[in-house]
């Protein structure tokens, strides 16, 4: 695509997503999704305009996370049930880790999800991370922004992986969502910290399967024991116990015991549409929370601006290999052949930087 095209299309694209317009919509993430493919002035141009355009604030951005076949998006469809009935216009976003030759994961989104494709009110994208770092596409916070100026009151974002991708997702989503099964109590040990980092809520898909208790045995111990290791400065915690399909912990998300947040447990089964209505519920207060208490709000802050550190650092490292390859070539065999030292290195390509993209550094 010629500058001139690709500015005039994103422009066209960008506008009637504004408007409502699914096509409009699927076009621009995809410009969005290429946009390496792009000369770096049409890129930022496009980039400009979209982060120029004034998004509706108020977006849930809600992660849905956990191992393939865990039920993701037999749980995402129910959840969109849900939504939809409460008149929600919703967009969702899979995005599938593997490489984008295996078409797996992609085309069971497709079947599960194909209740929702009539709906106009609902936009559906798949994206395959082509390898990025994390679990997460590089351009997943551009498509956010995107979702969130069509329209998109909840956006859920379904990722693979309960290690170390999920901490990406926690990083763009407002509530995590981790998926867990009957059989997967050994997964929760071996990722215990991931788990206890990510999730705002635990839902134990599959509980109409034998074992289900266990793993929320599994996640209470482990709940128990970050309580034990935070000690009493914590704060209360409240909705310690939890099991069953349609009992609710009992909890405030405003008031006493509103600054700590401690994930709630939800038995449920996505397949038999058991137990959807007390995980909305759950996902539910823990926006509450984040919006109505001090500690929910000065989380939301901590986590977008990590999230835009994330951002930032990636496009730095985009730029570096994309423009500065070659300096960075040569400064690695530099290092690795033991002439150079790798502190050394990062300042000479920092100056590299610094002199090509005429930053102008801030000291005072
Ligand atoms: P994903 O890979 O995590 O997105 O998982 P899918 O949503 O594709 O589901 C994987 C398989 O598990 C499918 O065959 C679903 O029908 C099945 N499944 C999903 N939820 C449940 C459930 O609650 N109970 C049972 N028994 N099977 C389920």
């Not at 969109?80 to 929600?88: T, V, W």
């Not at 995005?95 to 929702?116: E, K, N, V, W, Y």
């Not at 500065?324 to 920092?350: F, K, N, P």
Request: proline share 3%.
């Amino acid at each position: 695509m010629t500058h001139a095209a690709s500015i005039t299309n994103a422009a066209e694209w960008m506008k009637g997503a504004a408007l409502g317009d699914r096509r409009a919509l699927s076009r621009f993430c995809r410009l969005l999704d290429d946009l390496s493919a792009l000369d770096s002035a049409a890129r930022s141009e496009v980039l400009r305009a979209l982060y120029s355009e004034v998004a509706p604030r108020g977006t849930w951005t809600l992660g849905i996370t956990g191992s393939p076949g865990a039920g993701k998006s037999t749980l995402v469809s129910a959840l969109l049930h849900q939504l939809r009935a409460l008149g929600k216009r919703c967009a969702v976003l899979a995005i599938d880790p593997t490489s984008p030759f295996s078409g797996g994961a992609l085309l069971g989104d497709r079947i599960r999800m194909q209740d929702h494709f009539q709906d106009p009110e609902v936009f559906i994208r798949s994206l395959a991370t082509r390898g990025a770092h994390g679990g997460l596409s590089r351009s997943t916070a551009d498509q956010l922004r995107a979702l969130r100026l069509w329209g998109a009151e909840v956006i859920l974002v379904e990722t693979v992986g309960v290690g170390q991708d999920e901490t990406d997702v926690a990083a763009v989503a407002d509530t995590t969502c981790v998926v867990l099964t009957p059989g997967m109590g050994d997964d929760v040990q071996a990722n215990k910290a991931g788990i206890l980092e990510t999730a705002d809520v635990f839902a134990v898909n599959k509980s109409d399967r034998p074992g289900a208790e266990r793993v929320v045995s599994d996640l209470q111990s482990m709940l128990a024991l970050g309580r034990i290791t935070r000690g009493a400065d914590a704060g209360p915690i409240f909705g310690a116990r939890h099991s069953g399909a349609g009992a609710l912990p009992q909890r405030s998300s405003t008031g006493e015991g509103a600054e700590y947040w401690e994930p709630p447990i939800v038995q449920c089964s996505a397949s038999l549409g058991q137990g959807i209505a007390e995980l909305m519920a759950a996902l539910t207060q823990h926006r509450d929370w984040l919006n109505n208490t001090d500690a929910g709000r000065e989380r939301l802050v901590e986590r977008r601006l990590r999230s835009a550190r994330t951002q930032v650092l990636a496009a730095v490292v985009d730029v570096l290999r994309r423009d500065h390859g070659a300096s960075l070539d040569e400064l690695s065999h530099a290092v690795a052949a033991g002439r150079l030292d790798a502190h050394s290195a990062t300042t000479q390509l920092i100056a590299v930087l610094g002199s090509s993209a005429g930053v102008v550094t801030d000291r005072t």
